[in-house]
């Protein structure tokens, strides 16, 4: 029982609500966040003691939010102290921390820096001030500029900025512009997303009241293009759906997710994969505190993953990554009762172009991607 | 004994009030009570009330204590409502001496008030018209009672005025029941002859038949005979329905009621059959039985095959209570193994389908339904054709058939002339076309059955603004100039979705429902070339672009649960789409040809 195990650990507060933001989160709210951290401890303390954890060592940690970075940097090393003396580190462990603009400055960020944290990933969403204001963000584009020198002062050598592209109104040379000012600054990683409107976001109320229209499909997709155009000629390489890094900088921890990899997720609302299920935390923050205070444990749902499930899920969540999977090392770890009918459907697959196959590993190819969620559905309607 | 009874039946176009009349009459003779009305007199399927049609008919007996000062029994016999049922219609009234047929006085003589008038009059019953709901502003007396004159030649003094929403005239119609419509006059010592005019299937009894006794007399344990299969049996229980169930000893002639005989399944208990006495049997049955037919078929089949046995049991099951509907084994390419369904007409269609997705949670597609067609063949041979996948080459076709039928339109004069455009489109000769009053008209056309079942009631309904009411009788088989057009998708016939069209028509027809599939297929992840052809002539086309882009930017740990539930809920909507090669078809695909506008 040596396999490695991944860390998330979930900081709800930000200053503000962006308008996109489906995450959970709230505004910042400091009494309770004393308490949260102090629930959070409780969990990791407790957790490290669990038999699932036992012989296994973290090889990464992320703590993700939110906006982590609001927290001071005492508060947030206290956390990861007791991570260290909870659970065993792997050599070469991968800590990342999530940071907003505005709430990071050279001293916080050389205190965590040297406390241990070795990647920082921040949300930038766009070096045009326009953009930033119509998503709702709290900065402008040069407290953005400013934080990603200060960082890289502070001795962070393994950086990722957050993008948002394809907005309403956008224009592609807007988006261009943003993309070319990001390789200049040239950070080892770049997440790009194309926006997604989610439910009970300002964005989804505004776009079910019609107040904006989306770029058409076709539009979308020329979006995509230039983002895949500019950033691989810069040298980064696409390797999921929305992320791009230099050679040796792909984020370990968000592959585990891809890779059905086991992780552990506290916080309110975190999930996890442990064990052969998926749970998750109480969302709600005050309920997620007052169970782990009252119980040291605020589990909402719990699900087993059996063989056939967790095939699937490797499967789809794999082929998410741009050099996919290994079919054959799923089906040996996970055996399908009738896998042949996944055969055919690859095949078919392959012959509409969407799929290529290089035996024993399978990838989506560029319009397989594109389509991604409706291979995953076939995936799992395939009975 | 017979004086003392009187039979009869309540007949109107749909709308004009005959339940809630015969509701009334019900009330006014102490029958039972307003609450025990809905659930016992109307009928036990959700269906008929749902749709305000009746489809079966009923048998009430009601103790009617008169003005002259003695009690008589009435018998007021239900019928369907909806042309499909005209032969269930006809037979309910072979079996009374009288109708009352109701007449809305806002509304005025429309098609079904006439066609039902007619059977009355072919059955020679006396007709007492009703000019039903009077406390209505806008009802107008006297121009019903002329049209009632124009085209029943019933004069206005014969009418009785009535609301029978407000319980006015209930009176004068039940006195009237009692003075003009005749008392039967069968001879209850000739030997038995009984109608059967309704039945239906009990679990417990088996088939209960409804039935009118002419002649003679049927008691219990009496044996007797089905003159059109010979079949005997012995009665078991007979009674009347009150509307509960009144058991008695004997029907004898002039009587009304239920029959109970062992009769394993409704299809022994055909309706306009003559039951005799076994032991002595009258010579001759009762004029007027036929065997009815299906005119309207259409293939079913379980979304998902697993449900093939299922949907047989379904069948087997409706079938023991509706004997008028057929069911064969089929197999398409395109869908799998179902059956071949034959109805009385669209309506009976709906209904059958309505009920084995309801009552039986089937999930189904059902095909377009088409007419049966006659073909004969250069060998000199007569194929009969319910299912346009089994038509035969073309160059082995010497004779094209199909059958019409005679439409009575009933309109106001503002709508004549988009109704003519209609039946012109349709196909239709226009036999007659006559003022009923000076802005009523009817119009009389013979029409391909096959232009009425795609969807020239919702467009007459439409082109007249509702105020166009149809009937039609079948009149045979014609000659016509027919083909058959295939659909291919990515070049794959789908036997399912071929129709036969007049050869004029196909062009447009065919393109309509190639735009029609293109606005029902959804995208898939290829592109879907969707073809009509005639024979390898491809005539029409339409290109379903493949759908560009579908994926989810941010995919983390939490997502995975949320977007795997998500993709499970879409699964099971998917099990609403049938699989044809490789391209997922939703069900309403199959009745595109239906939907579409010319």
Redesign the interface.
Known sequence: MNRPLSL?LHFPYCWSKCHYCAFNSIRYDKPQSLRLLSALKTEIARYGRSPLVQGRRLSTIFMGGGTPSIFTADQILDVLDLCRASFAWADGIEITMEANPGTVDLKKLTALRRGGINRLSMGVQSFQDDDLERLGRAHSAQVAREAFRTAREAGFKNMNLDFIYALPEQRLEGWEKTLDEAICLGPEHLSA????IEEGTRFGEDYENGLFVLPD??W??RF?DLTQAKLSRAGYMRYE??NYARPGYACRH?LG??SQRE?L?LGP?????LADR?F?KMEDIEAYIREVEARGEAIE?S?PIGSD?AAR?AL??GL?KTDGVCLDGILKRYPLSDPDRLQKMFE?WRW?E?MILEPPRIRLSPRG?????????EI??LS | MQTAIRNFSIIAHIDHGKSTLADRILEQTGAITLREQRDQILDDMDLERERGITIKAHAVRLEYQAEDGKLYHLHLIDTPGHVDFTYEVSRSLAACEGVLLVVDATQGVEAQTIANAYLAMENNLVILPVINKIDLPSADVEKVARQIKEVLGIDRAEAILASAKEGVGIKEILEAIIRRIPPPHGNPDKPLKALIFDSWFDNYQGAVVLTRVIDGRVGIGSKIRLMSTQKEFEVMDLGFLTPKKKPVQELTAGEVGYLIAGFRKVSDTKIGETITDALHPTSEPLPGYKEIKPMVFCGLYAVDSAQFEDLRDALEKLRLNDASFTYEPETSLALGFGFRCGFLGLLHMEIIQERLEREYSLNLISTAPTVIYKILTQQGEWLSIDNPAKLPDPSHIQRFEEPYIRAAILTREDYVGSLLALCQEKRGVQIELNYLDVDRVMLVYEIPLNEIIMDFYDRLKSVSKGYASLDYEHIGYRESDLVKVDLLLNGENVDALSFIVHKEKAYTRARLICEKLKEVIPRQMFEVAIQAAIGSKIIARETIGAMRKNVTAKCYGGDITRKRKLWEKQKEGKKRMKQVGKVEVPQEAFLALLKVKE
């Open positions: 998330y997303y194309a926006l997604t499909e076709d979308q997709i995509d759906v929305s968000n997710y891809w992780y997720g609302g975190a999930h996890s994969y998926r998750s749902e699900e499930l899920e789809i969540f998410r078919q509409d969407l991607l594109r389509l991604w969620d409706r291979i995953a559905e799992i309607a």
